[in-house]
């Protein structure tokens, strides 16, 4: 494993190379360094945060000044591992001017590597617009969890032919604008396989099946930490929700009976110190 900083490049190399692509989302400084420890090649400061981290219903509740504070702290966290942030709802919609300035924004006051957005046929020149300026784009295609009030729910997309030629035709329009990567989530996994045959820069599966050039989860989902729900496609490799709830009615518990802290948890004091405190304060009172 190499320690230097993923690019843009190295990740095409990989596709090239065939080698699989890790990816995983991340919303801490902590958390980030862990993956960047274990060897993950990308992290994606995802919008999941505004549910996984601020306990919001869906990812609208995410704004800029929430992703930015994020992002930096993921950033300063990663030697090795490529940082994506996540353009929250209303960060690029409007306009490309808006995109553009708010895609500024996390590589300037963030210092990510790349930004990622949930770009629908109408957004592809923002795309453009955004490569154009030097930023590195990852491209979102299936299911888009911001559209969740158009969609009636987080469905799977592209079952029948005209959802399926809408999500081809999407990923082959992004990696024209520019993209150097597309995420694919919630879509069948022959589409997706075919989706990365026919596309030249790398896929990246969040439920897309095993033909992507590489996985991302929800870290959340796989640590056990977000308990409203799990997606079918996302594996809890750990429970740590139970392990947290342990250790904190243990804590309790020490704290309630006196056993914590002990001396080791405590700092010590030299007796003729306490003497002079006490006769000092005594004489006074
Ligand atoms: O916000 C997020 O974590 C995402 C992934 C689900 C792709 O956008």
């Not at 190379?17 to 995802?46: R, S």
């Not at 992002?71 to 994506?84: E, F, N, Q, S």
């Not at 392990?243 to 518990?253: C, H, P, V």
Request: hydrophobic content about 40%; some cysteine; aromatic content about 6%.
């Amino acid at each position: 494993m190499s320690d230097k900083k993923h690019t843009v490049r190295t990740i095409q190399e990989m596709k090239d190379k065939k080698e699989i692509i890790t990816m995983l989302t991340a919303y801490d400084y902590p958390t980030a360094k862990q993956i960047n420890d274990a060897g993950i090649d990308m992290i994606l400061v995802g919008d999941s945060c505004a549910m996984v981290v601020h306990g919001h219903p869906n990812t609208l509740g995410a704004t800029m000044d929430m992703m930015v504070l994020h992002c930096a702290a993921v950033a300063r966290a990663c030697t090795r591992t490529m940082v994506i942030a996540d353009m929250p709802f209303g960060s690029f919609q409007y306009s490309v001017e808006d995109a553009m300035r708010n895609a500024a924004r996390f590589v300037t006051e963030a210092k990510v590597d790349g930004v990622k957005f949930e770009a629908t046929p109408n957004h592809i020149e923002k795309t453009r617009a955004i490569v154009e300026m030097g930023i590195a784009v990852v491209g979102h295609v299936g299911l888009h969890p911001q559209a969740i009030g158009a969609l009636g729910g987080m469905k799977v997309q592209g079952k029948d032919v005209e959802t399926a030629r809408k999500v081809v035709r999407e990923a082959l329009a992004l990696q024209e604008a520019g993209a150097f990567m597309i995420i694919i989530e919630a879509v069948p996994a022959k589409l997706s396989a075919y989706i990365t045959k026919k596309l030249r820069v790398p896929t990246m599966s969040i439920g897309g099946g095993p033909g992507c050039s590489g996985q991302l989860l929800v870290t959340p989902d796989v640590l056990g930490m977000f308990d409203k729900f799990t997606p079918s496609f996302a594996k809890r490799y750990q429970e740590f929700n139970k392990l947290m709830l342990q250790t904190f009615k243990q804590y309790a518990e020490e704290v309630r009976t006196g056993a914590f802290p002990d001396e080791e948890h405590s700092y010590a004091m030299s007796d003729e110190v306490l003497n002079a405190i006490q006769e000092e304060f005594e004489k006074k009172s």
